[in-house]
């Protein structure tokens, strides 16, 4: 059985950060592979801790846009 979760990765200096939303786990990598690779292992581990009885249904649609805040005056 397997379950679909959102993640998303950011780069950050040399790193990319991998995060899915779901389930709060988080992982890097120097590569968007490796960080991915990564995530996938911690998100493996997380599920093998803490078991499937309450895990976070997946989510639907999924929107991503840029949101620009002012800062200072």
């Known amino acids: 059985m397997s379950k679909r979760f959102t993640a998303v990765t950011t780069k950050e200096d040399k790193w990319y950060v991998a995060h899915c939303i779901g389930l709060g786990v988080v992982s ?3 590569t968007i592979e490796e960080a991915q690779r990564n995530l ?3 998100a493996d581990l997380y599920i093998e801790s803490f078991g499937t009885e309450d895990l976070p ?3 639907g649609e999924v929107v991503l846009y840029p949101l620009e805040v002012g800062v200072g005056a």
């Open 40 to 42: 996938k292992e911690a």
């Open 28 to 30: 890097q990598g120097r």
């Open 57 to 59: 249904e997946g989510s």
